[in-house]
C-alpha cells in the first residue's frame, strides 16, 4: 500500500498534503510513504524531516508512477495526471463542477477520486472537512490584506492630536471563513457588521461582538447551507446591503456555494457610494466573486476604491494550512484502508458523498453534468459560504 505524496505544480500554492507530523499515523495503518522531493520545502518542511518522520523521497516521476494512493492538495499538471496509473486513487481538493477538464483526466485514467470539497457537514466528517481548516485561514488572511490596504487605522486610537475612529469592516458571508474574518476584525478593534443568509448565523456573529444586518425575508433560511436567492430577494439583500456599505471602510466578501458561482451580492453601484481609500476584499474571486467589479486576476480601482481579488488565501500561509490540511487527508485515508489495504466503500455515507470519479465515469452528478456526460443532474448540491 503505496501512498505517495506529490509537490504542488502551481508555484503560487507552497501547500503540501502531509507533513512529518503526519507520516506516523499513515505508517501505522500499514502504508509506505513515499514524498516527491522539495514536496515540504515551501511549507517549511525539509526532505530529511519527512526522513525522519519514516518516509521515503522520490523524484518527480516514481510519486505519480508507483503508487497505489496520490494525496494532492489541487490536482496536478494535464501532463502529470496522464501518467497516473490506471486505478490509482486520488485525494485532494480536485474544484468538482467547476475544474472539469481534471475530471475528465481522471475519469480517462479510471482513477478513483475522492474531493475533499464534497465530504459533508456531519458530525462524523468534520475532522475531514478541509474546506472548512482553510477558509478559517482564509478569513484570518482577508482582513490582514484589508487592515494593510486600507486608507484607516483599524482601532479607536486617542491622541492628544485628536481622535481616531475605529474602521468599519462589512463581512459578506457567515460561513468559517467569515465567522473568522468577523472575529479578526474585531480583535483589531474595528467596528464589524455581518450578513449571511441564514438564520442560524445572527447568533454566531453576535457572539463575536459584531452586528448582525438582519434583512427580513432574506436573513431567514433554516439549515446549515444557504442558498440561492432567486432575482427579487438578492435585489433586496444589495438594497438593504447598501447604506452598511456605504460606510464601510472595507468590505470582506465570503459568501460562496459549492459547485456554483458566487453570488453577486456587491453591485457597482454600491462600491461607488463608497469611499476613496476604502477596499473591497473578494475571497471567491475565482468563482465569479461576490463583487461585479473583481477582476479575478488583478486589483481594479473604481473612484479611488480598490477591489482585490483574494482567491485561496490559505496558501498564503503554507505551513500552518498544510498542517491542518494534512490531519483531513489522514482522517480521509483512514477511512479506506481496511485490514492494510485500500478498500473504496461507496456505501459510507463519507466515502461515497466524497466520490467525483470511479471506474472510468464521473460518479458527482453536478460534475458530470458540467462535463456534458449527463444531460441533467440526478441530486443536487447546496453548499454555504466559505
Not at 32 to 38: K, L, P
Not at 363 to 379: L, Y
Request: proline content about 6%; hydrophobic content about 45%.
Amino acid at each position: 500500500m503505496r501512498l505517495g505524496i506529490a509537490r504542488s505544480d502551481d508555484p503560487d500554492d507552497g501547500r503540501v498534503a502531509a507533513v512529518p507530523d503526519s507520516i506516523p499515523r499513515y505508517l501505522d495503518l500499514g502504508a509506505t510513504v513515499r514524498v516527491e522531493s522539495g514536496a515540504g520545502v515551501a511549507a517549511g518542511y525539509t526532505d530529511e524531516a519527512y526522513r525522519t518522520a519514516g518516509a521515503e523521497i522520490v523524484d518527480a516521476e516514481s510519486v505519480i508512477t508507483d503508487v497505489d494512493v496520490l494525496a494532492v492538495v489541487s490536482a496536478p499538471s494535464p501532463q502529470r495526471l496522464a501518467r497516473l496509473p490506471e486505478g490509482v486513487v486520488v485525494i485532494g481538493l480536485l474544484r468538482p463542477v467547476h475544474a472539469t477538464d481534471v475530471a475528465r483526466h481522471l475519469a480517462e485514467r479510471r482513477a478513483t477520486a475522492l474531493a475533499l470539497e464534497l465530504v459533508p457537514r456531519i458530525s462524523r466528517a468534520q475532522s475531514l472537512d478541509a474546506l472548512s481548516s482553510q477558509a478559517g485561514i482564509a478569513g484570518y488572511k482577508a482582513v490582514l490584506l484589508a487592515a494593510n490596504e486600507v486608507d484607516k487605522l483599524f482601532p479607536l486610537s486617542m491622541t492628544a492630536a485628536g481622535t481616531i475612529r475605529p474602521a468599519n469592516v462589512v463581512v459578506l458571508g457567515a460561513g468559517v471563513a467569515g465567522l473568522q474574518a468577523v472575529a479578526t476584525a474585531r480583535r483589531l478593534g474595528a467596528a464589524v457588521k455581518a450578513n449571511d443568509v441564514r438564520a442560524a448565523a445572527a447568533d454566531e456573529v453576535a457572539s463575536l461582538g459584531a452586528e448582525f444586518v438582519h434583512i427580513p425575508g432574506v436573513t431567514d433560511q433554516s439549515g446549515d447551507y444557504a442558498q440561492d436567492l432567486g432575482a427579487g430577494l438578492a435585489e433586496a439583500q444589495q438594497e438593504a446591503l447598501g447604506p452598511h456599505v456605504a460606510e464601510a471602510d472595507a468590505v470582506i466578501c465570503t459568501a460562496q456555494i459549492p459547485g456554483r458561482p458566487a453570488p453577486r451580492i456587491l453591485t457597482a453601484s454600491m462600491v461607488a457610494a463608497m469611499r476613496p481609500g476604502s477596499v473591497v476584499i473578494d475571497l471567491p474571486a475565482e468563482d465569479g466573486g461576490n463583487c461585479e467589479l473583481t477582476d479575478p486576476g488583478r486589483t481594479t480601482e473604481h473612484d479611488g476604491v480598490r477591489v482585490i481579488p483574494a482567491p485561496q488565501l490559505a496558501r498564503t500561509l503554507p505551513g500552518e494550512a498544510s498542517a491542518l490540511y494534512a490531519r483531513n487527508v489522514a482522517e480521509l485515508f483512514a477511512l479506506l484502508v481496511v485490514d492494510g489495504a485500500v478498500s473504496v466503500d461507496v456505501e459510507d455515507e463519507v466515502v461515497g458523498a466524497t466520490l467525483l470519479t470511479r471506474d472510468g465515469e464521473i460518479v458527482h452528478p453536478p460534475t458530470a453534468e458540467a462535463a456534458g456526460a449527463i444531460d441533467a443532474p440526478t441530486d443536487t448540491d447546496e453548499g454555504g459560504a466559505l
